[in-house]
């Protein structure tokens, strides 16, 4: 583990990565520049949408999924979390509100999500990250891994999955820079795999996460955005 990955870990751990964190912990002052005001709107509604996400998994898993496998309609998403008709349509209509998925047509009425990516300074969420987030509501390993150490910590522990994928470190391995013990490291390489696997698929950045080290993470079998970690995942 080399200083630039110690690093990167523990940028994600010294916040929880909520909105009110991530706006003022982990952006860093920089030299005073003229922002046109249209960037600049876009971009603080940028992190609130991404605020937003990362602190409703519920909402996120929605937005992951359609952002994966869309155009998507609702009853399809309904299908594929197993979640109430209701709360599908209200979740869709909050991310409609947030400006990330858009509809078309009209019965059966499709739904598109855009892929959203945050990047500053050693930060970076995009739909992966959000993967992760997402999965509290389907994997007691990730959601009990979010009650002791955070979000923050969650995001930190996808890179670390990421370099035991790519063949790099050893699951016990990743405990010394997450500064958790290894059983817990275990735990959560084995339960962030499907996140890997998919986004290495459908993530458009990816790489962003992982600019050394993308093309080697490679996984067997397919998985499932929408499905549950498998007890017999190895």
């Known amino acids: 583990m080399g200083d630039s ?19 003022l912990t982990s952006m860093t002052p920089h030299p005073v520049t003229e922002t046109p005001p249209h960037d600049l709107e ?32 609702r009853p399809e998403i309904k299908a594929a ?22 509809l078309a047509g009209d019965r059966p009425v499709e739904v598109t999500a855009d892929p959203v990516r945050i990047t500053t300074n050693d930060i970076v969420v995009t739909p992966t990250i959000l993967h992760a987030v997402a999965l509290q509501e389907v994997d007691e390993d990730v959601s009990y891994f979010v009650e002791r150490h955070g979000v923050g910590k969650l995001a930190a522990a996808v890179r670390q999955a990421g370099l035991h994928y790519a063949g790099q470190i050893s699951q016990r391995m990743a405990a010394d820079p997450l500064g958790i ?40 079998s397919d998985h499932d955005a929408a499905a549950p970690r498998q007890n017999t995942e190895s």
């Open 181 to 220: 013990p290894s059983g817990e490291a275990i735990s959560i390489v084995l339960a962030l795999k499907p996140v890997l696997a998919v986004g290495h698929e459908y993530d458009p950045y990816f790489d962003v996460i992982f600019p050394e080290i993308s093309d080697d993470i490679g996984f067997e």
């Open 81 to 102: 979390l197993d979640i109430p008709k209701t709360t599908v349509y209200d979740h869709v209509e909050t991310l409609e509100a947030l400006g990330i998925v858009s």
């Open 5 to 23: 990955e110690a690093l990167w870990a523990n940028s994600f751990t010294r916040a929880n990565l909520k909105f009110k964190d991530f706006v």
């Open 42 to 73: 876009t971009g603080i509604n940028h992190l609130a949408t991404v605020g937003r996400l990362l602190d409703h998994p519920e909402l996120a898993r929605v937005y992951v999924y359609t952002c994966y496998y869309g155009p998507v309609t």
